[in-house]
């Protein structure tokens, strides 16, 4: 049974009139550079939420960088520290709970069983579930984790999903080549995980997506409520570079448009996206920009290991108006009904 919630503003509860939002990230950090809890904290912060960063590994720097130290997280640190420590010692209040890259299978199934149990009991929490699993048509992490995300998928509520491609074609069983087969999997995905509210792709590919040279990535959303069998998809030009952290980046901002602080600024999920896709296609530009300038080899590999998020403090800023982003973005969007 699908939960019925409305988009919604942040803490309904609370007595005071204007607490600020606070999130819950249980995701990786690294020391150097800007990818899981360290691509996440900074924008969300800035943006006006209190973060409560849970590290589920901590290294030197991600493996992009082909070499790296630094140790995971064991289950049952993760479970005394949030079930412990946060919930049941300080008996934190969250509003949000975003939950990424966990470093084996029995940490990510103590997580979703905590996770899982205080938005049952707290049903305004909105859980920002990202199905780490792979990438490109690989798996990066162990292979029982597939059937792990697909029991927590079917078993808790969950406000927003956000696979990748792989990710979606993994949980849903359907292999996407086309708009065609992303909307099946999206009703499928729905079939087999009808607790699940929000569902977005956040990065795809088809074969035909090169069109006089030019390169485009494609983003899709499938809202289950409002229920309405229409898929939203955007097509966005894509930069001739790798980013590390991009997909985190896109979380943490989707999770803060998605649980705005005023009510008034509550909005459908395809409007939200759109803005989340501008200001990610921004900060990426500008990424680029400064590493070619800093590092010219890179011109030629094009694979940009560190965000620049600090340089894109006044991108990011919470009264910056969207619309401003527009014109160097041109990204499309579309709905297949
Ligand atoms: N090379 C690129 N050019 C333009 N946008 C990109 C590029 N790489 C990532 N993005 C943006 O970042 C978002 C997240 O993509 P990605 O990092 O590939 O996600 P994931 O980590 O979930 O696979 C995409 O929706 C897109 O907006
Ligand atoms: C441990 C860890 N977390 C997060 C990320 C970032 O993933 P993405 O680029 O999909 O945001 C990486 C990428 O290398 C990583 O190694």
Known sequence: MTRSKEPRAFDPFSKREKRTRRVLSVQSHVIHGYVGNKAATFPLQYRGWDVDGLNT????NHPGYGRFT????QPNEIYEIMQKGLLEGLQMEYDAILTGYLPSVESLQITAKVVGALCRREPHINWILDPVLGDNGKLYVAEENVPAYKQILRENDVYVVTPNQFEMETLSGVKIDSLQSLRLSFELFHEAYPRVEKIVVTSLEFPSSADIGEQYIYCACFDTHPASNAMSYFKIHKLDAQFSGSGDLFNAL???CIVPAQKED????????R?????VDKILRRTLELS???DAPSQQSRVIK???LIQCAE???PDRRFEDFEAAARITESILD
Do not use: M, N
């Not at 509550?266 to 996206?273: D, M």
């Open 315 to 317: 991108l990011l800023h």
């Open 306 to 308: 560190d965000l620049k």
């Open 275 to 279: 803005k989340v896709l501008l200001l």
């Open 292 to 294: 070619v300038a800093e």
């Open 70 to 73: 630094g140790f995971r997280s």
């Open 254 to 256: 989707l999770l803060d």
């Open 266 to 273: 509550a909005a459908a999920l395809p409007t939200v996206l």
């Open 57 to 60: 590994v901590q290294f030197s």
